[in-house]
T-cell receptor, first 113, second 115 residues
Framework: LAKTTQPISMDSYEGQEVNITCSHNNIATNDYITWYQQFPSQGPRFIIQGYKTKVTNEVASLFIPADRKSSTLSLPRVSLSDTAVYYCLVGAISSGSARQLTFGSGTQLTVLP | DAGVTQSPTHLIKTRGQQVTLRCSPKSGHDTVSWYQQALGQGPQFIFQYYEEEERQRGNFPDRFSGHQFPNYSSELNVNALLLGDSALYLC??????????????FGPGTRLTVL
């Protein structure tokens, strides 16, 4: 499984856009990139997933350059409630079987008032 | 529509004891995965159950075992507890009927403390 590297922590202020970058130099051709969010004492929550270029949903955007060796999670106009740990995962997807998710240490995002 | 539920919420045990944790998957899901999350670390995959059988297993000793029932609920059993087993135990569910994605749904977890 491709190893990921992300910053240990980031601080931001309310209303700002936050970009968290993840490096995955060994990403394989059939690997997808997925981001999860986790609040203290809760289970991780799926945020967004992509393969290449840009993906956007109601929560975030995911930017993936052509070489796919990195990706950037973009959170628009963060609020205090976005304070959480954000995990970047890479791995293949196969039908009929949920793959085991490999989490790194994640990025602790702290949103300040 | 109930999401993934886990019980108990918290549990305190002593070294050498055995523990059973329970998980009910999200409605419509038939696959259950278990993860262990130590303080300050990301979740680590323990194993996955589908059709009442263990399908995948992470790097955990045989002291960790599980079971899945016909209603898709699952149990995680840990024998001969060690201090290092203290962690948040997470259950995640998904459906085999859909193309597998990373949209596994996690429960709130069970906080196990071993004294």
């Amino acid at each position: 499984l491709a190893k990921t590297t992300q910053p240990i922590s980031m601080d931001s202020y309310e209303g700002q856009e936050v970009n968290i970058t993840c490096s995955h130099n060994n990403i394989a051709t059939n690997d997808y990139i997925t981001w999860y969010q986790q609040f203290p004492s809760q289970g991780p929550r799926f945020i967004i997933q992509g393969y290449k270029t840009k993906v956007t949903n109601e929560v975030a955007s995911l930017f993936i350059p052509a070489d796919r060796k990195s990706s950037t999670l973009s959170l628009p106009r963060v609020s205090l409630s976005d304070t959480a740990v954000y995990y970047c995962l890479v791995g293949a997807i196969s039908s009929g079987s949920a793959r085991q998710l490999t989490f790194g240490s994640g990025t602790q995002l702290t949103v300040l008032p | 529509d109930a999401g993934v539920t886990q019980s108990p919420t918290h549990l305190i045990k002593t070294r050498g004891q055995q523990v059973t944790l329970r998980c009910s998957p999200k409605s419509g899901h038939d696959t259950v995965s278990w993860y262990q999350q130590a303080l300050g670390q990301g979740p680590q995959f323990i194993f996955q159950y589908y059709e009442e059988e263990e399908r995948q297993r992470g790097n955990f000793p045989d002291r960790f075992s599980g079971h899945q029932f016909p209603n898709y609920s699952s149990e995680l059993n840990v024998n001969a507890l060690l201090l290092g087993d203290s962690a948040l135990y997470l259950c995640a569910s998904s459906s085999s009927q859909l193309a597998a994605t990373d949209t596994q749904y996690f429960g709130p977890g069970t906080r196990l403390t071993v004294l």
